[in-house]
């Protein structure tokens, strides 16, 4: 998703995240940790490669690989706000 080499994941676990990476990786570890909170597990992969209409018939999953963070995460925020299901 980043197009990254394993070993330059292991740099990042071992120098830090590059900082010009360091915002999409926030974004795709909050999404994920709210699809992890409020989704099955094995339910994931699912849910993020699902087209949406209201991501114009294109899934998370694309949005990522195109380097759409922001709106990932912006999207899975939207997913599970409960404010807009209040009576």
Known sequence: MFGVSRQA?????EAGIPPGRVQAVADLAEATELLSRYVKREQIPAVVRRPSEAL???S?????????HQEVHDAVA????????QP
Request: glycine share 12%; net charge positive.
């Open 9 to 13: 994941v292991s740099r990042w676990l």
């Open 56 to 58: 114009g018939g294109r």
């Open 60 to 68: 998370l999953y694309e949005l990522a690989l195109e380097g759409r």
């Open 78 to 85: 939207r997913m599970f706000d409960l404010r807009r299901v």
